[in-house]
C-alpha cells in the first residue's frame, strides 16, 4: 500500500492506530498510519529515501541485526503543560505552581488532564509506563515501556503528537520545548534507555563483572562516550535545547558512571532485566526516531572496535559543545556517525539548523528582540 505524491511514495509500513482523542473526542473517526518514503522510479530507481528518520532507525537496528543483537529501548519525556484563555502570553499561566516533584496531590488536583492522556494514549496502544509531575511549574514527565526494535520509537513519536493534541481539545498547550521560560525550573529531557540482548538474555549484564555490566555493554558505553559531542547536536537539535546543557544534573561532560545521574551515560546495572545504559543527552525536543538511530550507530562503533573508557566522574571527559553552532561543528566532523546516519540526512539537518533556526535568532539578536521570545516562536507549537 502506498500514497504518491510529486516527489516521494510513502510506504505504508505500520498497522493503522485508532487515535481515540483525535476528531473531537470520538465523534469522527481518526487513525495514524506512520510511513517510510521513496523516491518515485525512476528516479534513484526508486530507492528509500534514506533521510527518513523512521528509516535510519529501522537501518541502525537492522546493523545490531546483523551482529546478532536486538535493542530494546524505552523513553523519559518530560513536556510543560500552559492554560489558555486571557491577554497574557501563554507561558504566564502554567497548569500548577511550584516545584514539588512527584506530587501525589498535583496530579490529583489535575487527575482529569493527565489520567485521560494517559487513558486515550493505552487506547491507541502506547504503553505508558509511568506518569509524574517534575520539577518545574507546570512540568509533566510520561514513560514508555521499553520494546524491542522500532515499536519504542514508534511509541515516543505518537505520545508526543497525542499529548498536544489531548491538551488542546481541554483548553491547554503542551509543549516539549526544552526551556520556554526565563527563570528556576528544570528543562525537559528525553533520557533514553536501551539494552541489547541475544534471545531472552540481557547481553549487558555480567554477573561476574564487579559492576555488572559485561564486555558489550562497556564497549557500547564507550562508542556513546567518543561520539558524544556530535550526538549533542542530534539530541540537542534547537537552538533552545543549550540551555539545559551544562546545567544541574544535566549533561556537561563527554562521560558514564554507573548510576550517576550528574554523567551523560548512566550505568544501571542491578539486575539481568534491569541492565542498560541511560542516555541523558536527549532533550525531549529530540526526534525519538534520530535518538534511536544516533545512539545505535554510536554504540555499534564501540562494539566493532571493542572501545574501552573508564571515565566514572562528572569531572572526567570532554567538556559538550555550548550551542548547536558548535555541536553541529561536532557532527560534520564526525565520519563514522555522518557515514552511518548518510550524509544526505546530516546535509539537510545541518542546512535547516545553520540556514533557518541559527540565522533566525542571530538576526533577532542583531535587531535587539527578546532572543527566547523568538525561539518560542520557532519551537513552542511544533515541539
Given amino acids: 500500500m502506498h500514497y504518491t505524491n510529486r516527489h516521494f511514495t510513502y510506504l505504508l509500513t505500520y498497522t493503522l492506530r485508532a487515535l481515540p482523542w483525535a476528531g473531537g473526542g470520538g465523534k469522527r473517526r481518526v487513525g495514524e498510519v506512520l510511513c517510510e518514503a521513496s523516491w518515485i522510479a525512476p528516479y534513484l530507481d526508486g530507492a528509500p ?26 523513553y523519559e519525556a518530560k513536556f510543560f503543560v500552559y492554560r489558555n484563555g486571557g491577554d497574557r502570553e501563554v507561558t504566564d499561566r502554567p497548569l500548577f ?35 509524574n509531575n517534575e520539577g518545574s511549574s507546570g512540568q509533566l514527565e510520561f514513560a514508555t515501556g521499553t520494546k524491542f526494535g522500532i515499536e519504542s520509537p514508534d511509541q515516543m513519536f505518537t505520545l508526543k503528537e497525542a499529548v498536544k493534541e489531548i491538551a488542546l481539545g481541554r483548553g491547554c498547550q503542551a509543549t516539549f520545548m526544552t526551556m520556554p521560560t526565563y527563570g528556576p525550573g528544570f528543562s525537559c529531557g528525553m533520557h533514553f534507555n536501551g539494552s541489547l540482548w541475544t ?32 550526538l549533542t547536536a542530534l539530541l540537542s537539535p534547537t537552538v533552545n535545547c543549550y540551555r539545559r546543557v551544562h546545567q544541574l544534573l544535566t549533561p556537561d561532560r563527554a562521560n558514564c558512571g554507573s548510576d550517576n545521574r550528574n554523567a551523560s551515560f548512566r550505568i544501571v546495572a542491578s539486575s539481568p532485566r534491569t541492565t542498560y545504559v541511560e542516555n ?18 554510536a554504540g555499534v562503533d564501540g562494539l566493532l572496535n571493542h572501545l574501552e573508557q573508564s571515565s566514572e566522574s562528572k569531572d572526567h571527559g570532554d567538556k559538550l559543545p555550548s550551542s548547536l553552532p558548535e555541536a553541529l561543528s561536532a557532527l560534520e566532523a564526525d565520519k563514522v556517525l555522518c557515514d552511518a546516519l548518510g550524509r544526505q540526512f546530516i546535509r539537510w539537518f545541518s542546512t535547516v539548523k545553520s540556514d533557518v533556526e541559527i540565522a533566525k535568532v542571530n538576526r533577532a539578536k542583531e535587531e535587539g528582540l527578546d532572543d527566547l521570545q523568538v525561539e518560542r516562536e520557532l519551537y513552542f507549537k511544533f515541539l
Fill in 280 to 297: 541523558r543527552l536527549p532533550s525531549s525536543a529530540a526526534n525519538p526516531y534520530v535518538v534511536l538511530a544516533a545512539t545505535v550507530a
Fill in 97 to 131: 505552581h511550584g516545584d514539588d516533584f512527584a506530587s501525589s496531590l498535583i496530579i490529583e488536583e489535575h487527575a482529569e488532564l493527565v489520567y485521560s492522556m494517559a487513558e486515550l494514549l493505552s487506547a491507541a496502544g502506547i504503553d505508558v509506563a509511568a506518569v
Fill in 49 to 74: 529515501v534514506t533521510a527518513c528518520t523512521r528509516y535510519m532507525a529501522r537501518t541502525q537496528l537492522e546493523r545490531l541485526s546483523t551482529l546478532g543483537y536486538q535493542f530494546m529501548s524505552g
Fill in 199 to 230: 534471545g531472552d538474555k540481557n547481553a549487558f549484564h555480567d554477573p561476574a563483572d564487579s559492576q555488572r555490566l559485561s564486555a558489550d555493554g562497556r564497549h557500547w558505553t564507550a562508542g556513546l562516550v567518543k561520539h558524544a559531542a556530535a
